[in-house]
C-alpha cells in the first residue's frame, strides 16, 4: 500500500496534519467540486486508502460492484488521473 508524508501546518490556527494528497484534493475541490461534498482529512484518507486497495486487484478478475465503487470514490476524490 502506498505511504504518505504528513507535513506540520505552518499556521498554528490550523487545527490538523494534513497530507500533500489532502492538500491537492483541497485544490480540486475548490476548482471542480462544487456539485460534490467536502471530505474531511480523515474521510480523505479513508477513501482514498479504499481506492488503492482497489485499484491493486487484477482488472480480470474485479466485480461490477468494485468497479462501481472504483467510479465512486474517484467522483469524491475528485480523482483527476
Known amino acids: 500500500m502506498a505511504t504518505r508524508k504528513?507535513?506540520?501546518?505552518?499556521?498554528?490556527?490550523?487545527?490538523?496534519?494534513?497530507?500533500?494528497?489532502y492538500r491537492?484534493?483541497?485544490?480540486?475541490?475548490?476548482?471542480?467540486?462544487?456539485?460534490?461534498p467536502k471530505l474531511s482529512p480523515e474521510e480523505f484518507e479513508q477513501l482514498d486508502d479504499e481506492l488503492l486497495e482497489l485499484l491493486a486487484l487484477d482488472d480480470n478478475k474485479m466485480t461490477d460492484d468494485q468497479i462501481v465503487r472504483i467510479q465512486e470514490l474517484e467522483y469524491l476524490l475528485i480523482d483527476a488521473e
Do not use: I
Request: no cysteine; net charge neutral; charged share 35%.
Open 6 to 21: 504528513t507535513s506540520t501546518p505552518k499556521s498554528k490556527s490550523s487545527s490538523a496534519s494534513t497530507t500533500p494528497e
Open 24 to 36: 491537492e484534493y483541497e485544490t480540486r475541490y475548490k476548482e471542480l467540486g462544487q456539485d460534490r
